[in-house]
């Protein structure tokens, strides 16, 4: 009788537990996707989807109407972006487009309003592979603002829309953009994002350490640009800075990846890295082993520091930059007003950190395109145009989202139209120069009344917006900056974009790796290029998308 | 006799079922599930996280060719298999090893310094991982800004930094790696050992004094025979835990403190196939397979050799 009871004891014992695990585990499993709310029954169907006209004002109030007729009154959308601390109009578009969209709809007496949550990182490509692995679990935002090179990748499998019928209504808007930078939103001729900025990368040049060296930057910008002075060149003035004591660095870039700015190499060296014929990828044997040569010779002779790839942007690059320590930064427009808006420098008088004054920039920095490789080449310039894409499921935390899933996506289009409006795209410009997509942008940029306005924040932007963006504003927007923009927009003339391909950032991580090794001396260059197409072809799925062209060059030198 | 699995259907040993049956539905439900589900991802070329285009289809064995071929021909996967090997044994040997040091070491020191000691010992365990990694980040910096390159500076020793996780190919990623995990490892064979070793009958040592044995002489001749058991186990599960860790050097390598290619093991780099560049589940899940294979292997391995079979076996009584 004792046993049976201890055993009865344990039993329950045993039976609780389990009961506890068991719903322990349903309360896991039951965090679903929200629930549908039941339609209610109606006595006309309400419409799911409305045709686009083409006229802004026209769709997006009926497709208001719709979303009303639906029962909808909120809807919610996200957005996520990435970039330097000034391009929070990347974010803020998006706010700026939805308030002006309620504007428009509290005007014609429609009873919705639009939501934004916002997100802003640091750093591009940590941010799309999170996108990338939220998206089918519907955890991603419902816009993303990223560089257009992830674009074939996402529409690939089917992350993002495909608006090209949407864009097609809208054919004024498109046409007002920038026809290369147009290219970057397209792959396999349908349309996956719009543009919202580009820009162009400078070679900075100390004014003072040249000055200080014997360095005569008189002309300089068109020496580079009808090939003149080349990466020789930049060698022997690197050397001379260094050897006279001027500056600690010949040449410092960006750290952490080849792509983009490294990739220049390849092109002011007459190479390629995409060949259209085929869609596939290039290694240019001969382009890339220039290009590591350079860097390899230029950290053996202490020019360039060997672990450059791992510096800081924060503590180490700017600064360095700010304070005269290098004689060129290989650097982007956007840096002319981050150096104004950050506190990279320590003022010598005070020892406070600070920004620089827009005139201590025009005073520090000469700029040019990033020279020829050598000579009978062209210089270049390299644009990576940001796109804004829309999720494929786009407004899926809204109610209804099964029925009205082409309202929300067309309500979402919408949004990306009015933040492609001139005058954000014009603001995003200037203070964080960046180089406008569209003329109408360029017009405005040009306007020294408009931008006097845009000062003084007399512009039409809702009040939340002007807010976020007032520090910047006062920080970045005057003439000095405005003119910086207009005398950098002819590099768009000798522009390139690296190559739209899925397969193309996996190319672009072993560049990285070549670069850092032949820095740090643990390959020679040509070592590196071999390294290069062993990785690729180490992996049958990259090896079949990339071509190897070309030899190594033997009997040449640099500088 | 050793106890049969048809033993537990007796009615006897249901009651053990069921004090297991909680503890089994959860290691069903989060460790043998997904294992099922890694395996059958490692036959699908799944990719980019998009199970609704790829999880349906199964295109046989190409992952683990893949996977394979990169060993031959890819030389960072080869030096992510060098780096693991060299990673676990020696991390190993420093953790079984040291934790048996410390533990005898503070048994014959007062009781107050030993407390003390092993609690510090415990710290770097009881730190959260991304501030412990953010320490050693700062101590082994390449630049000026590193501890290490400015205190060997000031005293003279070096010149210029030195960096320490790039420069010194492969040893010097490799000892940091070795190092911070070593640290934290150490702790969890001292705890055990301390333990085990509290527990033997102090007569044991009082009667070994009394014949004049030295300290060495007790350790390795009292100590150590009567903690079979607690080796077996540390090493065991030191070995199993080192081929899966990777928490403290992801942040290490990501930060760029170390090279990528010598301060990656095996289960961080499926980490990087799986969730950045090439965002390849499929090919990390072939990979994350074999590892559990290897590591099925290299536990059995390390059971027969410290003689598990021979401890769980009753002794018979008429030897």
Redesign the interface.
């Known amino acids: 009788m004792r046993r049976s009871k201890a055993?009865s004891k344990?039993?329950v014992?045993?039976?609780v537990?389990?009961l506890?695990?068991?719903a322990a585990?349903a309360a896991f499993l039951m965090q679903a996707p929200p629930t549908e709310e039941k339609p209610t029954a109606s006595p006309t169907p309400a419409p799911t989807k409305v045709e686009l006209t083409g006229n802004f004002e026209t769709d997006v109030v009926e497709v208001g109407k719709a979303l009303e007729a639906n029962g909808i009154s909120e809807v919610t959308y996200s957005v996520w972006a990435a970039g330097d601390p000034n391009s929070v109009i990347r974010v803020l578009g998006i706010v700026e487009a939805a308030n002006r969209i309620n504007k428009i709809w509290s005007d014609n007496n429609v009873n919705v309003e639009i939501n934004i949550e916002t997100r802003f990182e640091r750093e591009f490509m940590?941010l799309f592979?999170e996108f990338?692995?939220k998206?089918?679990t519907g955890q991603a935002s419902d816009f993303l603002a990223n560089s257009y090179i992830y674009i074939s990748?996402l529409a690939?499998?089917?992350?993002i829309l495909d608006i090209t019928d949407y864009v097609s209504k809208y054919s004024e808007l498109v046409n007002d953009f920038y026809p290369t930078i147009f290219e970057a939103v397209k792959w396999k001729g349908r349309i996956y994002a719009l543009p919202q900025d580009t820009e162009a990368r400078p070679l900075y040049f100390r004014k003072d350490v040249a000055a200080c060296a014997g360095l005569d930057l008189t002309g300089l910008a068109d020496k580079v640009r009808n090939g003149e002075f080349t990466w020789s060149d930049v060698y022997n003035w690197a050397k001379q800075a260094k050897e006279s004591g001027c500056a600690e660095w010949g040449v410092i870039h960006r750290k952490?990846s080849a792509h983009p700015d490294l990739i220049q190499f390849i092109y002011a060296f007459g190479g390629r890295l995409y060949n259209p014929d085929t869609g596939k990828l290039v290694i240019d044997k001969e382009a890339i082993y220039k290009w590591l040569y350079v860097e390899w010779k230029m950290a053996r002779d202490g020019l360039i520091p060997?672990?450059m790839?791992?510096w800081d942007w924060g503590t180490?690059i700017h600064p360095t930059t700010v304070h005269g320590k290098t004689l060129i930064f290989i650097g982007g427009t956007w840096h002319w007003t981050e150096w104004q808006t950050r506190s990279y420098y320590t003022d010598p008088t005070t020892g406070e950190p600070r920004g620089l004054t827009a005139e201590e920039v025009k005073e520090f920095f000469y700029y040019t395109l990033f020279p020829a490789g050598e000579s009978g080449k062209d210089p270049v310039t390299l644009s990576q145009p940001f796109v804004w894409v829309i999720n494929s499921r786009a407004g899926e935390r809204n109610p209804k989202y099964d029925t009205l899933k082409e309202l929300y996506h067309e309500l979402a289009f919408l949004i990306l139209v009015k933040a492609s409006d001139p005058d954000i795209n014009a603001i995003h410009s200037i203070i964080s120069s960046h180089l406008p997509v569209r003329k109408a942008s360029a017009q405005l940029m040009a306007d020294e009344d408009w931008v006097n306005r845009l000062k003084n924040l007399e512009l039409d932007l809702s009040d939340e917006v002007k807010d976020q963006i007032s520090e910047i504003v006062a920080a970045t927007v005057n003439p000095i900056n405005t003119e910086f923009l207009a005398n950098v927009s002819y590099m768009l003339d000798y522009t390139h974009i690296a190559p739209i391909h899925p397969l193309y950032?996996?190319l672009a991580?072993i560049l990285k790796?070549a670069v850092d090794m032949v820095l740090?001396n643990?390959k020679d260059p040509a070592a590196a290029v071999q390294?290069i197409i062993?990785?690729v072809?180490?992996?049958?799925?990259l090896a079949a998308e990339v071509e190897v062209i070309g030899e190594i060059p033997s009997g040449w030198s640099y500088p | 006799m050793k106890y049969k699995l048809k033993d537990f259907f007796k009615k006897k040993k249901y009651e053990s079922l069921i004090f297991i049956l909680p503890a089994l539905i959860l290691i069903i439900l989060f460790y043998i599930l997904p294992v099922a589900l890694s395996v059958y991802i490692s036959f699908t070329p799944l990719k980019n996280w998009n199970l609704d285009k790829y999880l349906g289809t199964v295109i046989g064995t190409r992952n683990y060719e893949r996977f394979f071929y990169m060993l031959q021909h890819d030389p960072i996967t080869r030096n992510v298999f060098l780096t693991t090997i060299v990673f676990i044994g020696i991390t190993l040997a420093i953790n079984v090893l040291g934790g048996l040091l410390l533990a005898l070491a503070t048994y014959f020191v007062s009781e107050k310094f030993s407390t003390a000691f092993r609690t510090l010992w415990l710290l770097p365990r009881m730190a959260p991982i991304a501030v412990y990694s953010l320490v050693w980040y700062y101590f082994f910096h390449g630049s000026n800004i590193g501890t290490l390159n400015s205190f060997l500076m000031y005293i003279g020793l070096i010149k210029e930094p030195i960096s320490w996780g790039h420069d010194i190919i492969p040893w010097g990623p490799w000892s940091i790696i070795i190092f911070v995990n070593g640290l934290v490892g150490v702790s969890f064979g001292m705890i055990v050992f301390t333990s085990a070793i509290s527990n033997i009958p102090k007569e044991l040592v009082i009667a070994a004094r009394v014949d004049g044995a030295s300290n060495w002489q007790i350790s390795t001749r009292i100590f150590i025979p009567l903690m079979k058991w607690h080796i077996l186990y540390v090493t065991t599960w030191q070995l199993l835990s080192l081929l899966t860790t990777y928490a403290h050097i992801f942040l290490l390598v990501q930060w760029g403190l170390v090279s990528k290619q010598y301060g990656t093991t095996w289960s961080l780099y499926i980490y990087q196939i799986a969730f950045t560049g090439r965002t390849d589940q499929g090919l990390a899940a072939a990979a994350g397979v074999i590892l559990v294979i290897v590591g099925g292997i290299l536990g059995y391995i390390t059971l027969r050799i410290l003689g598990f079979e021979k401890m769980i076996t009753k002794p018979r009584g008429d030897i």
């Open positions: 055993l344990y039993v014992i045993g039976i537990a389990i506890i695990v068991i585990v940590p592979e990338l692995s998206q089918p990748t690939e499998e089917g992350y952490g060997e672990n790839m791992e180490q950032p996996k991580d790796d740090r643990q390294y062993d990785t072809n180490a992996d049958p799925d």
